[in-house]
T-cell receptor
Framework: GESVGLHLPTLSVQEGDNSIINCAYS??????FIWYKQESGKGPQFIID?????DKRQGQRVTVLLNKTVKHLSLQIAATQPGDSAVYFC???????????FGKGTLLTVNP | DTGVSQNPRHKITKRGQNVTFRCDPI?????LYWYRQTLGQGPEFLTY????????KSRLLSDRFSAERPKGSFSTLEIQRTEQGDSAMYLC?????????????FGSGTQLSVL
């Protein structure tokens, strides 16, 4: 079946470096994508979203890039800080107007 | 309003017992969702409401699972005759349809442990 997945399960970076977390999706009907951050014992925290009519969107220290040709999504975090350490999930609407499908997540570890 | 609130944060129960979780969404949000998350996995959709109407429940895991949102505000998720495989984090989220965003905002979840 179609699903949202992640290329790498773990990512370790040095404090101050930029981080890039990747996500592949397979549902061609997907028109809305979200990145969430989840810390241990907490619910997913919204980071940034993007619609399929855009290929880039920027927030505070974060940028999401969408490549519809290869069905790839990435989250870039600038000047990564220890507080950025968490599991990051991409989620996909899959053409639905109510349901998000999540991937397994990438564990980001920031070393001081 | 500080966000989506879920109670209890943790629930330990014995197999065969019934449990009920409560979710209070963001007050101006008209949609409310329940998701389940097991260790090492992303959240899995269970059901959702728009106002008081439950519009999708086919993903509820079995007939032991039921959800209500009687007045279109808070919601409850009940699991009857719990099994060890029900142990998971149960997440509630809410969103506001019609304002151009499907952005779901999640609560902190209820961690269920079935012994």
């Amino acid at each position: 079946g179609e699903s949202v997945g992640l290329h790498l399960p773990t990512l370790s970076v040095q404090e101050g470096d930029n981080s890039i977390i990747n996500c592949a999706y397979s549902n061609s009907a997907s028109d809305y994508f979200i990145w969430y951050k989840q810390e241990s014992g907490k619910g997913p925290q919204f980071i940034i979203d993007i619609r399929s009519n855009m290929d880039k969107r920027q927030g505070q220290r974060v940028t999401v890039l969408l490549n519809k040709t290869v069905k790839h999504l990435s989250l870039q975090i600038a000047a990564t800080q220890p507080g950025d350490s968490a599991v990051y999930f991409c989620a996909d609407s899959g053409g639905s107007n109510y349901k998000l499908t999540f991937g397994k997540g990438t564990l980001l570890t920031v070393n001081p | 309003d500080t966000g989506v609130s879920q109670n209890p944060r943790h629930k330990i129960t014995k197999r065969g017992q019934n449990v009920t979780f409560r979710c209070d969404p963001i007050s101006e949000h008209n949609r409310l969702y329940w998701y389940r998350q097991t260790l090492g996995q992303g959240p899995e959709f269970l059901t959702y409401f728009q106002n008081e109407a439950q519009l999708e429940k086919s993903r509820l895991l079995s007939d032991r699972f039921s959800a209500e949102r009687p007045k279109g505000s808070f919601s409850t998720l009940e699991i009857q005759r719990t099994e060890q495989g029900d142990s998971a984090m149960y997440l509630c989220a809410s969103s506001s349809v019609g304002q151009g965003s499907e952005k779901l905002l999640f609560g902190s979840g209820t961690q269920l442990s079935v012994l």
